[in-house]
């Protein structure tokens, strides 16, 4: 059984740039949430996708935006980079069917924004 | 009010004493209540769960929590502490009325010294 994968693992970029975060599920899971876990904070959830469509968003602006693919792989992008989105960005991979079963989180990919 | 609080920042515990790390929820209805932990630079683990039935359930590397309904509290406990149970550990819960997205606490740093 092939976990969840995230890449890169760290990554800089300077303020008013673009980046492209990517996450591959566990095999069997059809669902992927992304959560931004700033410095000393619990994880927040920015939004999930199912079959290719966003399905549930947090309290993020649109610059943050997301693709799922056929394979329910998954991207994560965010515009205009801000200092404050500098944070661990964590992907987890889930079967829909089944909403009670745990989350299976990535390592996570560590933005700096500088 | 805070959907999870975890009202410690740090809990420190001497290795093979009984370890509690707290956890409050504030949702109606009936929610589902999650364990996870952290190590450093590392995604999420699931530890344990609660769904419905017994009070007391069990997870993963000893460790257990009670669920109360009456505190609306989620505690997370181990009998016999160890060194490598220092961690970041974190409470989560969904609800219907968070869309069943998985709602985080702050978060407890475990420290377990010998």
């Known amino acids: 059984e092939t976990g969840v994968t995230q890449s890169p693992t760290h990554l800089i970029k300077t303020r008013g740039q673009q980046v492209t975060l990517r996450c591959s599920s566990q095999s069997g899971h059809n669902t992927v949430s992304w959560y931004q876990q700033a410095l000393g904070q619990g994880p927040q959830f920015i939004f999930q996708y199912y079959r290719e469509e966003e399905n549930g968003r947090g309290n993020f602006p649109p610059r943050f935006s997301g693709l799922q693919f056929p394979n329910y792989s998954s991207e994560l992008n965010v515009n205009a980079l801000e200092l404050d989105d500098s944070a661990l960005y964590l992907c987890?991979?889930?079967?829909?069917?089944?909403?009670?079963?745990?989350?299976?989180f990535g390592n996570g990919t560590r933005l700096t924004v500088t | 009010a805070q959907s999870v609080a975890q009202p410690e920042d740090q809990v420190n515990v001497a290795e093979g004493n009984p370890l509690t790390v707290k956890c409050t929820y504030s949702v109606s209805g009936n929610p589902y209540l999650f364990w996870y932990v952290q190590y450093p630079n590392r995604g999420l683990q699931f530890l344990l769960k609660?769904?419905?039935?017994?009070?007391l359930v069990k997870g993963s590397y000893g460790f257990e929590a009670e669920f109360n309904k009456s505190q609306t509290s989620f505690h997370l406990k181990k009998p016999s502490a160890l060194v490598s149970d220092s961690a970041l550990y974190f409470c989560a819960v969904r609800a219907m009325e968070y869309g069943n997205k998985l709602v985080f606490g702050a978060g407890t740093i475990l420290r377990v010294k010998s």
């Open positions: 987890a991979s889930s079967l829909r069917s089944d909403p009670i079963s745990p989350l299976h």
């Open positions: 609660y769904i419905t039935g017994d009070n």
